[in-house]
């Protein structure tokens, strides 16, 4: 047997496979997320991915002959916390390199420790432009938000025509204000008009005085570049005021608990996110296939992406031949063409990667994949 159909079958074995005899300290990465806290989904679901990703590797061989250990860090969806968090892992851990947030505020928090201290950060899924130009220790592996800003507005133009929008803002998130922005320069440059625009913080739960303003202004589109318990209650909260908005988002509403939230509120909603198990290549399967089998649920983007950054720490390990953290980044952002379930990454000169988007709707009840966009 060749191809793909193979690549799965050694995917799983080697994940059921008995742990290898390794030699030398652990190759020790460190992870930081949310596990707990107001986002403590998207910390679960990039942890599950963090974890099969080390499984995988430790069950192949491990890196240089040494076994993958993952330090596990909660930043408890805190301002300031991630920051604490990585200094922890880089002083008492001493860790090669650095796996996380998904959130931007909280990754440019730590993304100025990591670069203080010399030590090669990866975030799976922080889209702000910002969180790369710290310096030259901070890279990503998900596309940037001036990417997935323009991809949903273009698609409420063009495939929704859509043509009024209103935006409900976080004024506290990097995220969701540089989000904004693309959205409404790319909606309005396609001959759409930005009709209203309000603000919240990230903490509220109550968003009828905004929406109400909202309202007056006969939008036929809302965009909340927010957060999926932001996203669910204005759903919610937008149907009980009589709005018939098509509401859009970002990858922020990538989320189970955006449906337990929202509930038939979001029927026909739309987002952009990194990855989407139906348009899975052949090379995914494998991940998708090990995924549900071990967690019992389809794997989200964040999960994948965290699953890339992952091995790709691990790739510029072996590429370096060493475990010297300038060496590491010197590898990483040598990266060209690294095939991860999320597709081909290339690290770019700005230690960017460019990525598809994919499109996802909700339909009867449960996220279903429309389209893929490609940069």
Do not use: W
């Not at 890196?63 to 993958?68: A, E, K, Q």
């Not at 009709?195 to 009828?208: I, K, P, T, W």
Request: proline letters at 3%.
């Amino acid at each position: 047997m060749k191809g793909p159909a193979a690549a799965r079958l050694v995917l799983a074995a080697a994940l059921c496979a008995a742990p290898a005899l390794f030699a030398g300290e652990p190759v020790r990465i460190g992870f930081f997320m949310s596990m707990t806290g107001r986002d403590a989904s998207f910390g679960e679901a990039s942890l599950r991915g963090a974890r099969l990703a080390v499984d995988g590797l430790n069950a192949a061989g491990g890196v240089l002959g040494r076994p993958v250990e993952l330090v596990v860090e909660d930043d408890r969806s805190l301002a300031g916390e991630s920051a604490t968090a990585v200094k922890k892992l880089i002083s008492r851990d001493r860790v090669v390199a650095l796996v996380g947030e998904c959130s931007s505020a909280r990754t440019l928090e730590a993304a100025s420790v990591a670069q203080a201290a010399g030590v090669p950060l990866v975030t799976p899924a922080a889209t702000n432009p910002r969180v790369t130009r710290v310096g030259d220790e901070i890279f990503r592996v998900c596309f940037v938000d001036d990417f997935q800003g323009r991809v949903i507005a273009a698609f409420a133009r063009r495939r929704l025509g859509l043509r009024r929008a209103a935006l409900l803002v976080d004024s506290s998130a990097p995220y969701s204000i540089g989000l904004a922005d693309a959205f409404a320069r790319t909606f309005t440059a396609l001959g759409g008009e930005i009709v209203a625009s309000q603000n919240y913080l990230g903490s509220e739960a109550d968003f009828r005085a905004q929406l109400t303003a909202i309202r007056a202004a006969r939008p036929d589109a809302l965009f909340l570049p927010g957060y999926y318990v932001a996203a669910g209650l204005v759903a919610r909260q937008a149907r009980e005021l009589g709005m018939g908005v098509t509401l859009l988002g970002g990858d922020g509403f990538e989320a189970p608990q955006l449906l337990e939230i929202g509930g038939a509120a979001l029927e026909g909603t739309y987002y952009s996110t990194h990855f989407a198990v139906e348009n899975a290549g052949e090379a995914s399967r494998g991940f998708v296939e090990a995924f549900c089998g071990r967690f019992g649920a389809a794997p989200n983007g964040l999960a994948a992406l965290t699953y890339d950054a992952v091995r790709l720490v691990a790739d510029a390990v072996r590429r370096a031949g060493s475990t010297d953290r300038a060496a590491v980044r010197r590898a990483l952002a040598a990266t060209r063409g690294f095939a991860g379930v999320t597709g081909l990454t290339t690290i770019n000169a700005q230690r960017d990667a460019d990525k598809d988007a994919a499109i996802i709707t909700i339909r009867n009840g449960r996220q279903a994949f429309v389209e893929a966009i490609r940069p």
